[in-house]
Nanobody, 121 residues
Framework: QVQLVESGGGLAQPGGPLRLSCAAS????????MGWYRQAPGKERELVAT???????NYADSVKGRFTISRDNAKNTVYLQMNSLKPEDTAVYFC???????????????WGQGTLVTVSS
């Protein structure tokens, strides 16, 4: 069974940095796109950033220039480096990945359990 496990959330100061990690484990043949989404209290889940297997990235306008998504394909891990954090970045952050367990299996879209990021002084 394949699962995604996030880490790195917590309390950060406004203007400060925080780095999230998300590792995929289990039987994995390939991983296509990976991404980060977030959900603030009372709001819908929204896209933060995505990255393809080839390294092409896409960002929400609200985080461009502040957040950087990257991945280590050898470790089946995606990262989100968050800089210049703002209180409005406070949310539960979820990672997402399109995973194929074997060469013949269909692609599964999996979600992590979420990690809370709180930006406050």
């Amino acid at each position: 069974q394949v699962q995604l496990v996030e880490s790195g959330g917590g309390l950060a100061q406004p203007g400060g940095p925080l780095r999230l990690s998300c590792a995929a484990s289990g039987t994995i043949f390939s991983i296509n796109a990976m991404g980060w989404y977030r959900q603030a209290p009372g709001k819908e889940r929204e896209l933060v950033a995505t990255i393809t297997s080839g390294g092409k990235t896409n960002y929400a306008d609200s985080v461009k220039g502040r957040f950087t998504i990257s991945r280590d394909n050898a470790k089946n891990t995606v990262y989100l480096q968050m800089n210049s954090l703002k209180p409005e970045d406070t949310a539960v952050y979820f990672c997402n990945a399109e995973i194929r367990s074997t060469w013949s299996s269909r692609i599964l879209v999996l979600w992590g359990q979420g990690t809370l990021v709180t930006v406050s002084s």
